[in-house]
């Protein structure tokens, strides 16, 4: 009877050793699972910020240029502008790049390779031209002259200056930092003339006259002539 109650007990030992064991070996495989996927998590969290790394923000405006663009732009040289400078007019300035200039150097060389057949003369006076005018440029007249603008001095500033034509009120305007007279030449104006706009101005013991084109007898014009007048400083 005894041995027979040994047996039992011993079963029922046998019995929670089994239980034991098995319960040891779901926690262990349920911690492996648990690992799993934990891991799989972190994974799924970090892909979309690394993702994100590489893709505009969503909360970017349409049309911002991000910080390294921009600097690269900045960097990146602009196209420089022409510049015509003068000792002996006593002035330089910019001008449209494409366009011409012509001077007393220009003239000279045309005539020395080919005399020209035209008795005009560009002395003391330079011609800015949006067209290529070609050989023997000269100004005959200065009701005639060619190109686009015209830039001239004399020896002698003007007298009565800036009332300079008598029965026609100038516009007083700025040119270089220096007072300048402004006549638009119009229909009802005395000079019998192409249509332009003269500016008379005096500057270190000269006279200048500066002439440009109107696009009709109304007093207007191309504003590249006041980005013109704006750079143009005195020598």
């Known amino acids: 009877m005894v041995w027979c109650k040994n047996m039992g007990f011993f079963k029922d030992f046998e019995n929670e050793i089994k239980i034991f064991f098995v319960l040891v070996a779901l926690i262990i495989v349920a911690g492996w699972f648990g690992a799993l996927s934990t891991v799989s998590f972190f994974r799924a969290m970090q892909e979309p910020e690394q993702s994100g790394a590489q893709q505009p923000s969503e909360?970017?405006?349409?049309?911002?240029?991000?910080?390294?663009?921009?600097?690269?732009?900045?960097?990146?040289?602009?196209?420089?502008?022409?510049?015509?400078?003068?000792?002996?007019?006593?002035?330089?300035?910019?001008?449209?790049?494409?366009?011409?200039?012509?001077d007393t150097v220009a003239w000279e060389e045309d005539n020395a390779i080919a005399p020209c057949q035209t008795a005009g003369i560009i002395e003391n006076t330079v011609i800015v031209s949006s067209k290529n005018l070609g050989r023997c440029v000269g100004v005959t007249e200065f009701k005639s002259w060619p190109g686009d603008m015209l830039i001239s001095f004399a020896q002698t500033e003007w007298r009565d200056f800036p009332f300079v034509l008598e029965g026609e009120n100038p516009g007083l305007v700025e040119v270089g930092g220096v007072a300048a007279a402004k006549y638009p030449y119009l229909e009802n104006s005395s000079a019998n003339r192409k249509q332009a706009v003269r500016l008379y101005v005096n500057n270190a013991g000269r006279g200048y006259i500066i002439e440009f084109t109107q696009a009709d007898a109304q007093g207007n014009y191309d504003p590249v002539f006041d980005e013109i007048l704006a750079s143009l400083q005195w020598r």
């Open 59 to 102: 909360t970017q405006e349409e049309g911002v240029i991000p910080p390294e663009e921009q600097k690269q732009e900045e960097q990146e040289p602009q196209p420089s502008v022409p510049v015509y400078a003068n000792e002996s007019l006593g002035v330089s300035f910019e001008y449209p790049a494409g366009w011409f200039v012509y």
